[in-house]
Nanobody, 130 residues
Framework: EVQLQASGGGLVQAGGSLRLSCAVS????????IGWFRQAPGKGREGVSS????????YYVDSMKGRFIISSDNAKNTVYLQMNSLKPEDTAVYYC???????????????????????WGQGTLVTVSS
């Protein structure tokens, strides 16, 4: 059974930092892309960042570049999202998801779409106060 467990959310002041973790079981990071998505209150789900551990490729949505850093620890089967310089508009439930070949390919192409991801975690809430 494939499971993704997102954790690390919480309440932080604007300008602060949080590190989210996505613990993956039931599949190998070497064969899958892991993406982070978020959904703010009253809004649709949007992509944040993605990583393919097989070749180290990474993708960031423009608004996250320079503030967020995605990384993976294959030994722990865990992907991290370091979020710095947080803004109130970053407030959302953050989800991690796993996708196969197409998701990996889209990282190189510079795209991040939820439809390319097959397995989803339950989400962790990030609240940034002003």
């Amino acid at each position: 059974e494939v499971q993704l467990q997102a954790s690390g959310g919480g309440l932080v002041q604007a300008g602060g930092s949080l590190r989210l973790s996505c613990a993956v079981s039931g599949l190998s990071l070497e064969d899958h892309a892991i993406g982070w998505f978020r959904q703010a209150p009253g809004k649709g789900r949007e992509g944040v960042s993605s990583i393919s551990s097989s070749d180290g490729s990474k993708y960031y949505v423009d608004s996250m570049k320079g503030r967020f850093i995605i990384s993976s620890d294959n030994a722990k089967n865990t992907v991290y999202l370091q979020m710095n310089s947080l803004k109130p508009e970053d407030t959302a439930v953050y989800y991690c998801a796993a996708g196969g070949y197409r998701a990996q390919h889209m990282i190189v192409k510079g795209n991040l779409e939820s439809l390319d991801y097959d397995y989803w975690g339950q989400g962790t809430l990030v609240t940034v106060s002003s």
